[in-house]
């Protein structure tokens, strides 16, 4: 809290008067430090913030919802004449208050308001096919660069590289979606299509979380082939799964990873590639938070063996 927007103003009365209301209002301190530590914090305190509070309520239909928004980029704008003016007609759009909170609190949420992202709605809408993509593409990080021209420009173009409106959304409503605009992205595509062989595994790889924001990225290039060459047909499981497989190997846990691979194929040449691939992608619990305990042999071994999912 302190160290947010609201810290250069909680210690002002008018600040002050209001933090036992704001409990009550979001419900507990996790929800009340959320939204005070987000851009929102900086406004909540002010009159033309607080005289929407209840309305927002209702609106948004529960104190969750609230929060979520709130304490989103939207929380900045959405106390603002020319943001709520638009908020019926928005939940027209998106058709449900679920979709328009996922939507409104995301980094679209600072953006939606603007009339050169308005602009646009219908014609995405048109191009996306159904809300539920409009939703996926515009609450992703996508979100933030969808209404600009640099963007725009090449949305019929990538629909018709990735074959299908379903393909595009995944795409465009990955981590992939804040880069595929830029040039030093757009000039390896017809290389990876090649690559990864068709438009639907390409658009599963580029739609991940890990790979879609790096796989454009020099350090990472330089490995695709030799990933290729000891993973098969194994390489499209790893670069899109969703568990974050693709960053093992990858600098600086390659090598101890590759290590790894070498032993168990000693070990045990008919299954061992596949248990590999099965703890990059299946496994949960290797995560990026204990990634920092995986920097050898040693350590991941140990981890593997003392985890009772990672027995075999």
């Given at each position: 809290v ?5 810290g ?5 009365e ?9 409990l ?7 929800n ?12 909540i ?10 309305e927002n309520?209702a609106?948004?239909?529960s104190?969750e ?5 709130y ?10 004449k020319?943001?709520r ?10 058709g449900?208050?679920?979709n328009?909170v ?5 980094r679209c949420g600072s953006?939606?308001?603007?009339e ?15 809300v539920?993509?409009?939703v ?11 209404h600009?021209?640099?963007f725009?420009?090449?949305?019929k173009?990538?629909l018709g590289?990735?074959g299908?409106?379903?393909n595009l ?6 981590s992939?979606g804040s880069n ?9 595509m ?5 690559l990864?062989g ?7 790889i ?5 790979c879609g924001?790096?796989?454009h990225?020099?350090?990472?290039r330089k490995?695709i ?14 670069y ?17 990873v590759?290590?790894?691979?070498t032993i ?13 691939v099965h703890?990059l992608t299946?496994y949960?619990?290797?995560?990026l938070k204990?990634?920092t305990r ?19």
């Open positions: 302190y160290g947010s927007p609201c250069s103003n909680i210690h002002k008018e600040f002050r008067i209001h933090t036992k209301e704001d009550a209002l979001f419900g507990s301190v996790d009340l430090v959320r939204v005070y530590a987000s851009e929102c914090g900086s406004n305190h002010k009159k033309e913030f607080r005289i929407h509070t209840k309520l609106f948004f239909g104190v919802n609230l929060v979520r928004v304490g989103s980029p939207c929380g900045a704008n959405i106390y603002k020319e943001f003016i638009h908020m019926k007609e928005d939940l027209a759009l998106f449900s208050v679920d328009l996922r939507v409104y609190a995301s953006n939606i308001h603007k050169e992202f308005r602009i646009h709605m219908k014609e995405d809408l048109a191009l996306f096919g159904s539920d993509n409009l996926r593409v515009y609450a992703s990080e996508c979100g933030s660069n969808i600009k021209k640099e725009r420009i090449h949305m173009e990538d590289f990735f299908s409106v379903e959304a995944r795409v465009y409503g990955s992939c595929i605009h830029k040039e030093e992205f757009r000039k390896h017809k290389e990876d299509l090649a990864f068709n438009c639907d595994t390409l658009s599963k580029y739609g991940s979380q890990v924001s790096n796989i990225k020099d350090d990472f490995y082939k030799e990933d290729f060459l000891l993973f098969g047909d194994q390489v499209e499981q790893i899109a799964s969703s568990n974050n497989a693709i960053d093992y190997l990858r600098d600086p846990f390659r090598p101890a590759l290590q790894l691979l168990l194929q000693e070990i045990d040449d008919t299954t061992a590639k596949d248990n590999f703890l299946k949960r619990g290797l995560t204990k990634k995986l920097n050898n042999v040693a350590s991941l071994l140990s981890f593997c063996r003392d985890d009772e999912e990672c027995k075999w």
